[in-house]
C-alpha cells in the first residue's frame, strides 16, 4: 500500500532554513507528480508546492516562491522541501502527497510533520 | 488568481442529506476534487473529477458540477461523516499553474 512518511520539521527560528523530506513507498515513485501541502494551526489546506515525475516542471504558491525549494531524487524514492527565509506564517503542518497521474489532485497523502517558527 | 468559496459550515441530523458547496468562477469547466478531514488526521481523497469515487468512500458520497457552483452530497448522514470538508482544483489559467483548495467547510452531525 501507499506510504508517505514526512521527517524534518520542528522549531526554527525566523529568517532561520528547514528541509523537509518524505519517504514514498508502495508505488512507483519515479512515475507521478508529487505536491507539498500545508496547515495552519486551526486554518485551512494550503497548496505549497508541485513537483512532476520527472522533475523537469515545479510550481509554487505566491506565498513561497523564491523561499522554497521542491525537489525529488527517484533513485531513493524521496521528495524534499528545502524552506529558506522562514516567517511566523509558515508555521504549519507540513503534508508530503502524491498526485494522480495527472497531478491535478491528490490521491494519498503522507500523516505530515509540524513546522514551527518562533523565536 | 482563482478563488473556491465554502460555506463555513453546514449541520444535519443523522440519517439525512448533506449537501456542501464550492463556489468559483465558471467552475463547472474546471474539474472538481473533494477531501474529508477528522480532527488529528490527514485528509482524504472522498470524491474526484467532479462525481468519481476512490475504491472504499461509500456510494454515500456523490459530486455535482455545473455552472459556477460545485456540489459535495453526502445521502444518509452518519456520525462518522463529521468532519471538515475541502474542494480543490487545478487552475491553470495563468502562466504558474497552482493547486487551489476551498475555504473548507465544517460539518456538523447533530
Known amino acids: 500500500q501507499v506510504q508517505l512518511v514526512e521527517s524534518g520539521g520542528g522549531v526554527v527560528q525566523p529568517g532561520g532554513s528547514l528541509r523537509l523530506s518524505c519517504a514514498a513507498s508502495?508505488?512507483?515513485?519515479?512515475?507521478?507528480?508529487m505536491h507539498w501541502v500545508r496547515q495552519a494551526p486551526g486554518k485551512g489546506l494550503e497548496w505549497v508546492a508541485f513537483?512532476?515525475?520527472?522533475?523537469?516542471?515545479?510550481y509554487y504558491a505566491d506565498s513561497v516562491k523564491g523561499r522554497f525549494t521542491i525537489s525529488r531524487d527517484n533513485s531513493k524514492n524521496t521528495l524534499y522541501l528545502q524552506m529558506n527565509s522562514l516567517r511566523a506564517e509558515d508555521t504549519a503542518v507540513y503534508y508530503c502527497?502524491?498526485?494522480?497521474?495527472?497531478?491535478?489532485?491528490?490521491?494519498?497523502w503522507g500523516q505530515g510533520t509540524l513546522v514551527t517558527v518562533s523565536s | 488568481s482563482y478563488v473556491l468559496t465554502q460555506p463555513p459550515s453546514v449541520s444535519v441530523a443523522p440519517g439525512q442529506t448533506a449537501r456542501i458547496t464550492c463556489g468559483g468562477n465558471?467552475?463547472?469547466?474546471?474539474?472538481v476534487h473533494w477531501y474529508q478531514q477528522k480532527p488529528g488526521q490527514a485528509p482524504v481523497l472522498v470524491v474526484y473529477?467532479?462525481?468519481d469515487r476512490p475504491s472504499g468512500i461509500p456510494e454515500r458520497f456523490s459530486g455535482s458540477n455545473s455552472g459556477n457552483t460545485a456540489t459535495l452530497t453526502i445521502s444518509r448522514v452518519e456520525a462518522g461523516d463529521e468532519a471538515d470538508y475541502y474542494c480543490?482544483?487545478?487552475?491553470?489559467?495563468?502562466?504558474?499553474?497552482?493547486?487551489?483548495f476551498g475555504g473548507g467547510t465544517k460539518l456538523t452531525v447533530l
Open positions: 502527497a502524491k498526485g494522480n497521474a495527472y497531478g491535478d489532485y491528490v490521491d494519498y
Open positions: 508502495g508505488f512507483t515513485f519515479s512515475s507521478y507528480g
Open positions: 513537483i512532476r515525475y520527472d522533475g523537469s516542471n515545479k
Open positions: 465558471n467552475i463547472g469547466s474546471k474539474s
Open positions: 473529477d467532479d462525481s
Open positions: 480543490q482544483v487545478w487552475d491553470s489559467s495563468s502562466d504558474h499553474p497552482h493547486v487551489v
